[in-house]
Structures are given as C-alpha cells and as structure tokens.
C-alpha cells in the first residue's frame, strides 16, 4: 500500500449536482496532485499544491471546479454543476518533492465518478 | 508544452517471452521518466524510472532505457509472466520546473500461459 487515500471509492451522481471528492497524502509529502483519467487515456493533470499552496492549474480545470488544501494535508476537489462529460476516475497523488527518487508520485485509488 | 506519444496501444506476448513498450517525448528539458503499472481497477504503481544522466537502469526482469539524443525511452520485461498483464504508462517530468509529469496514453499488455 503506497499510503495515498481516497474518499469516496465511488460517486454516482445526477447532472447538475455538486460533488466533493477527499485526497489524504502520505504524510510527509508536501506535494500533492489531481488527475482525471478516461477509459484508455493515460492520468490527465488537473491540478498541484505544495503545502497549502495551489501553484499550477491545467487548461482543463473549467470554473466549475476548484480544489483546496487548506493546511498543506488533505487536500478536496470540488466538481459544481457536474455534467455527463465530468465522468472519470479522479486520481491524487503525493510526492516529497525535490530531486531524484523524491520527485516520485505515490498514486492513492481513485474516485470513480458516474453522472448520470 | 510537453507531448508523450506512447506504443503500441496493446502487446499481446505469450509467456516467457520479452515485452517491449517505446515512448518518445518532445520537451529536451525533461529529465526524469518514471513508468508505471496499473492493474484493472487498481491505481498506478511506480515499478522503475530513470534520470536523463543514465542511459539504461534494471530491477530484475525489469530495464528502462534513454536516448536523449533522440528523445525516446523504452520499457523491456524479461521472461514474462500472467501476472505482468497489466496497462504500463511512461511518463516525462522536468524537474527543474513544477514537476508535473506528463503521462503516454498506455499500453495494455496481454501475457497469455
């Protein structure tokens, strides 16, 4: 087990609705990363934090959704006015940062998103 | 931006034998290269990565190797087993930037008994 959680496994949800999805980082990594993937696409970045600061975010991140890792920890994705195309596995990811094996990224298990 | 281009789509080996899955990227600044595998249903797993100042790196049946001149790197298993099927995604990372690996589309491959 890498140490990287996720909450909820899964989500099944009708369009339009708010979703809020849980990424617990191994706890000393101060990196920490969302994707999306699609059936039979590698992990799309979506967005990083170091500590409890957001510094990148993908094109792909549209208004509706937004994260926050309020004290550098865990850290919540936001998915408002969710629509069919938002369906997807949602990935984080932790690393310590720096450089050689530290810049590995430990995967947690996803939340799968259904809407419907 | 960078750009992972990632083959084949699907490796379909008989057991025993050797699998080879080739990327290429487009960004020279990238420097580090991990490959994962991810099992049906399971997250990615980190199984070997490799550095731009190393040109070839093995863990058992396992070996990654770089060509910067021609920006591309390779998984090769050795021997390989049922339990290697899986889909293996390569990765291009720059470090000295926000370290945001940019990920191949995926190989799935197929070790039949």
């Known amino acids: 087990d890498t140490g990287v959680s996720q909450d909820p496994r899964h989500k099944i949800t009708k369009r339009g609705q708010n979703v809020t999805f849980r990424c617990d980082p191994i706890?000393?990594?101060?990196?920490l990363y969302w994707y999306r993937q699609t059936l039979g696409q590698g992990p799309e970045f979506l967005t990083y934090f170091q500590n409890e600061a957001q510094l990148e975010k993908s094109r792909l991140l549209s208004d509706r959704f937004s994260a926050e890792r309020p004290k550098g920890s865990f850290s919540t994705l936001e998915i408002q006015r969710t629509e069919q195309g938002d369906s997807a596995m949602y990935l984080c990811a932790s690393s310590s940062g720096g450089r050689g094996s530290k810049e590995t990224q430990y995967f947690g298990p996803g939340t799968r998103l259904l809407v419907l | 931006g960078e750009n992972v281009e990632q083959h084949p789509s699907t490796l379909s080996v008989q057991e025993g034998d050797s699998a080879v899955i080739k990327c290429t990227y487009s960004d020279s600044a990238s420097n580090y290269f991990p490959w994962y595998k991810q099992e049906l249903g399971k997250r990615p797993q980190l199984i070997i990565d490799i550095r731009s100042n190393v040109g070839e790196k093995k863990d058992q049946r396992i070996a990654v190797t770089l060509n910067k001149t021609a920006k591309h790197f390779s998984l090769h298993i050795t021997e390989t087993q049922p339990e290697d099927s899986a889909v293996y995604f390569c990765a291009a990372n720059w470090s000295g930037g926000s370290y945001i690996p940019t990920f191949g589309r995926g190989t799935s491959l197929i070790v039949h008994p």
């Open positions: 706890s000393e990594h101060n990196r």
